[in-house]
T-cell receptor
Framework: GESVGLHLPTLSVQEGDNSIINCAYS??????FIWYKQESGKGPQFIID?????DKRQGQRVTVLLNKTVKHLSLQIAATQPGDSAVYFC???????????FGSGTQLTVLP | DGGITQSPKYLFRKEGQNVTLSCEQN?????MYWYRQDPGQGLRLIYY???????QKGDIAEGYSVSREKKESFPLTVTSAQKNPTAFYLC?????????????FGSGTRLTVV
């Protein structure tokens, strides 16, 4: 099976700084990866995804990096804003069942 | 606009009572999922359905039941057998019977035992 873990349960950054949230996965056959953002009391929202044939993908202020050698995934948020405060989950797709396995989430707090 | 609607947003259950959480989607998605989320924890899969009239147990199905009579609807019943039901419940759907294109989530139902 797949296990997914995040390196830090909480992360605090100053407004305007860059944020980096990390995630590790166990199954080398995993081939699709997603980052979700969950604001308090709401459902997770899709931020960005990446497939295993890529090692980097950029969106608006966000970048996902995939290192398949060490089975590590990271989300970088540029110029972090107060509205970025939320819990961030990575999700990994693998296995014949083709279902997502979720990490436990990192609470990002943006300090003024 | 297409999306997933969960209702109610807040639900209170008395001891020994069954309650049903609603999940409706108009995305024409094949698969639907129910997750439980406890404070500071990740998402744990309760049940999932890849096609109408079929569903499978997830990791924590005990004390829960589901039905999938329509493609659009996947209600979750929290039975009295679930001893610790207080949690945030999330419904999700995916475009096909697998997650290769990610999941779309509803806004959740917060269930509290009183």
């Amino acid at each position: 099976g797949e296990s997914v873990g995040l390196h830090l349960p909480t992360l605090s950054v100053q407004e305007g700084d860059n944020s980096i949230i990390n995630c590790a996965y166990s199954n080398s056959a995993s081939d699709y990866f997603i980052w979700y953002k969950q604001e308090s009391g709401k459902g997770p929202q899709f931020i960005i995804d990446i497939r295993s044939n890529m090692d980097k993908r950029q969106g608006q202020r966000v970048t996902v990096l995939l290192n398949k050698t060490v089975k590590h995934l990271s989300l970088q948020i540029a110029a972090t804003q107060p509205g970025d405060s939320a819990v961030y989950f990575c999700a990994v797709l693998s296995g014949s069942a083709r279902q997502l396995t979720f990490g436990s989430g990192t609470q990002l707090t943006v300090l003024p | 606009d297409g999306g997933i609607t969960q209702s109610p947003k807040y639900l209170f259950r008395k001891e020994g009572q069954n309650v049903t959480l609603s999940c409706e989607q108009n995305l024409n998605h094949d698969a639907m999922y129910w997750y439980r989320q406890d404070p500071g924890q990740g998402l744990r899969l309760i049940y999932y359905s890849q096609i109408v009239n079929d569903f499978q147990k997830g990791d924590i199905a005990e004390g829960y039941s589901v039905s999938r009579e329509k493609k659009e609807s996947f209600p979750l019943t929290v039975t009295s057998a679930q001893k610790n039901p207080t949690a945030f419940y999330l419904c999700a759907s995916s475009i096909r019977d697998r997650g290769d294109y990610g999941y779309t989530f509803g806004s959740g139902t917060r269930l509290t035992v009183v």
